[in-house]
């Protein structure tokens, strides 16, 4: 098995703020945001210095196996989050708010938001959407006092009535509709926003026009930072990346060929070995092999 490159960890790095963010924004300092869903992907987010962490929806598809983002409930994603919240101490931890979870009214956004931050420990929430409805929940939970993060373009709790999983803002209608969604959500009080699927060049004129900073995914270089899956970008499923996703790892293979490997070892008789075994005195052996046999043992 191969060993483990050693990364140098700061432990003196100051915990990631909204003030922090927009100084990135306005000194051009790229912003790097992840997924994470559970303790030892925070762990290794927090490592690796990653600025924000999010606990998205994403997590239905790739950590609960369902077939869209839809099915997640609050409840899960309040489990998911918690656990992030134990390995994380410097990036912002920003918990999606699941579909369902704040559509009915201000006071359900509101509810919702609370859950993810008294009960998991968020930082901060995310919501997909631009239009009325959504820049009104976002200024309801502001103004309860929760930073909120916005996502346009390509949101997927809403494929359906987008047409499919599809790049948006690709004609100069669709675009100036995305722009006003952002600056609408920029007015509502949004501390950043997510820019999926959107062609580079519309990305990089929007978030000139934008004074928050926008995070991008499939949006092209020039947004103020990025956001991966972490289960894209690890590769922990097998197939084809996906357009917006680099793979740096191929995780799969070798999750595969180590639970392989392990299945045939306990197979063939070559784990455990010696050095994961406990031992016992041979005298305390002895003794407890009597007792074993002796007539009086079943009935002690
Ligand atoms: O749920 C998620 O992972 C997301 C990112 C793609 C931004 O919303």
Known sequence: MSTTPKVSVSTDRLAMTLPRLAEKKRLGEPIVMITAYDFPSAQIAEEAGVDIVLVGDSAAEVVLGYSSTVTVSIEEMLMLAAATRRGLRTPLLVADLPFGAYEASDEQAVLSSQRLVKEAGADAVKLEGGGPARVSRVGAIVAAGIPVMGHVGLTPQSTTALGGRRAQGRTAERALAVAREARALEAAGCFAV???????????????LLSIPVIGIGAGADTDGQVLVLHDMLGIYPGQTKRHAKRYADLHSQMLAAVSEYAEDVRLGRFPTIENTFSIDP??????????????FEDD
């Open 194 to 208: 997510v820019f999926e699927a959107i062609p580079a060049a519309v990305a990089a004129e929007l978030t000139r």
């Open 283 to 296: 005298e305390e052996l002895a003794k407890l092999v009597n007792a074993l046999r002796s007539p009086r």
